[in-house]
């Protein structure tokens, strides 16, 4: 229990740094990379002589080590093959995704794979359905992504050392199977555990006094947020561009995607001819998708509004529930005016709540644009756990650099709310609302973490138990020369 505590807690204060699945590592559960914008280890479809050796292992399971040769093979799990370049492959990926890998080492990547290739095997089993449009769907967003980043499909294959795009993505659509199928058999087995109050109570007094959690210093926030106001003869600009454009396309035969690289306003898509490929679990707006999903093949859409500003949308291919489609976005031009008009309400709303006329909650209620929080006082919520605590050395540094001088009571001046999706700019004041300083944990003041740590141990016990459970009935083997790892699972049967 004691060092299961130290693990938890150790994975605790490396979650915003890493992600969670790499804290899994720590006790042996790893889950695969879950960034769509990366690509995770992977899982080359094996040879016909690897698939030859690996069945030649299963048939002389019982023959001494020594008699088989498994060369390039790490490791069998069920009806996955690691090879020892998998291995290497994703250390390169971990480092390019800029994870740190001084404590990584190679027996414990490879414990990872074997964990990843059993969640897989076993939700083949489970009759765990994964789709091939799913799959393509996550391929085509990572593809995307990856053009964006580096400016072309060529210089992406050329990074991975592929002669052409197919080959590509007949690899990324297995690693990509694999990672869901192995994710999804995760879900299942932890998704539906609970933690009631009284178990984080006794997960807390098991806790000896002098190794509690340290927590560092914390801030609660509040902002008044006000949205500058956009006149409807702009909106009506916008809206009649958008038509021309469409008018254009349909009678005169332009190139949408032409359209879209000269007059989006979409850094995700300009550059590409506004393409997406997307599904409905694709996570853009509603009115989007509600929108995209309505369409037949080669139509264009209305203009039609979003929180990002005005859109047509042109349906190039549907593939069953996915769409491939190219747009443009245009946000009408907000006037110095409305600016203007904004951030002297928020000075007026800010002098209110110094004269004591309002309480900062009251004024948020009242007069606050954002509907997120207006309704909790102007409460921000810490989008990796929803408390309503920011940890110093943790916290956007956007959002640290407008707060860190604000004194006790202060409130800051008008400032830009910079959304990093896009959108319309909105301008907010801010203040403290509570400070925390580093201490060790307090059960009632930092009930919120010590749940979450409670939680994790209950998960952990219940995937030590599946993995425990399943390594047993499932076919293992690990090469002579792995045996020696030290893993944290008991993969080398005896």
């Known amino acids: 229990m004691k060092l299961l505590k130290k693990k938890i807690l150790k994975c605790m204060d490396k979650m915003n740094k890493i992600g969670l699945s790499l804290c899994f590592l720590l006790w042996g559960s790893l889950s695969a990379m879950a960034q769509i914008d990366s690509i995770p280890d992977t899982q080359i479809e094996p040879t016909e002589e690897v698939l030859l050796a690996s069945a030649d292992i299963k048939k002389d399971s019982t023959k001494s080590p020594n008699r088989v040769k498994l060369d390039g093979i790490s490791a069998v799990v069920g009806d996955y093959v690691i090879l020892d370049s998998d291995i290497e492959k994703t250390l390169i990926d971990l480092r390019s995704q800029g994870a740190s890998t001084a404590d990584i080492t190679r027996c414990g990547l490879l414990g990872k794979l074997m964990e990843d290739r059993l969640y897989a095997h076993q939700a083949v089993q489970d009759s765990i359905l994964v789709s091939d449009d799913e799959v393509n769907a996550t391929s085509d967003r990572q593809i995307q992504q990856l053009v964006a980043q580096v400016g072309s499909m060529k210089k992406v294959l050329k990074f991975y050392k592929k002669e052409d795009e197919v080959s590509f993505r007949k690899e990324l659509f297995e690693i990509n199977k694999l990672r869901i199928l192995s994710e999804k058999m995760q879900q299942k087995i932890v998704g539906d555990i609970e ?35 956009i006149p409807e003869t702009e909106k009506q600009k916008v809206i009649d561009k958008l038509n021309t454009i469409k008018a254009d396309v349909e009678e005169n035969n332009a190139s949408f995607s032409v359209k879209a690289i000269l007059y989006s306003q979409d850094p995700g898509s300009k ?26 093949q080669g139509e264009i859409s209305e203009p039609f509004e ?16 996915e769409l491939d489609l190219r747009h443009i976005l245009i946000s009408p031009e907000i006037p110095q005016s409305a600016i203007e ?12 709540v110094l ?73 907010k004041i801010l203040k403290i609302t509570n400070r925390y300083d ?38 293992v083997s690990v090469n002579e020369g792995n045996k020696s790892c030290n893993f944290a699972n008991n993969w080398v049967k005896e």
């Open 355 to 427: 004269d004591g006329e309002l309480t900062f909650a009251e004024a948020a209620l009242k007069y606050s644009d954002q509907k997120e929080t207006k309704f909790d006082g102007g409460k921000l919520r810490n989008p990796i756990n929803f408390d309503s605590r920011f940890e110093l050395t943790n916290m956007d540094p956007t959002l640290y650099n407008q707060v860190r001088n604000l004194k006790d009571d202060e409130i800051s001046r008008p400032l830009l709310e910079d959304d990093q999706r896009g959108g319309a700019p909105k301008y």
């Open 438 to 475: 580093e201490h060790v944990a307090d059960f009632a003041k930092d009930y919120i973490k010590i749940q979450e740590l409670a939680l994790r141990e209950k998960q952990f016990n219940a995937i030590k138990e599946w993995m425990n459970k399943h390594i047993k009935d499932t076919y």
């Open 341 to 352: 008009k904004a951030t002297t309400q928020l000075d007026s709303v800010r002098q209110m």
């Open 271 to 296: 550059s590409k001819g506004g393409f997406y490929s997307m599904t409905r679990e694709t996570p853009f707006v509603k009115e989007f998708k509600d929108v995209a999903f309505s369409l037949q």
């Open 195 to 229: 933690i009631t109050p009284e178990e984080v109570r006794q997960f807390f007094n098991k806790i000896p006094e002098a190794e509690r959690p340290v927590f560092g210093a914390e801030l609660e926030i509040a902002q008044i947020v006000k949205e500058p106001e």
């Open 306 to 321: 979003t929180t990002f500003g005005y859109h047509i949308i042109y349906i190039e291919k549907i593939r069953g529930q």
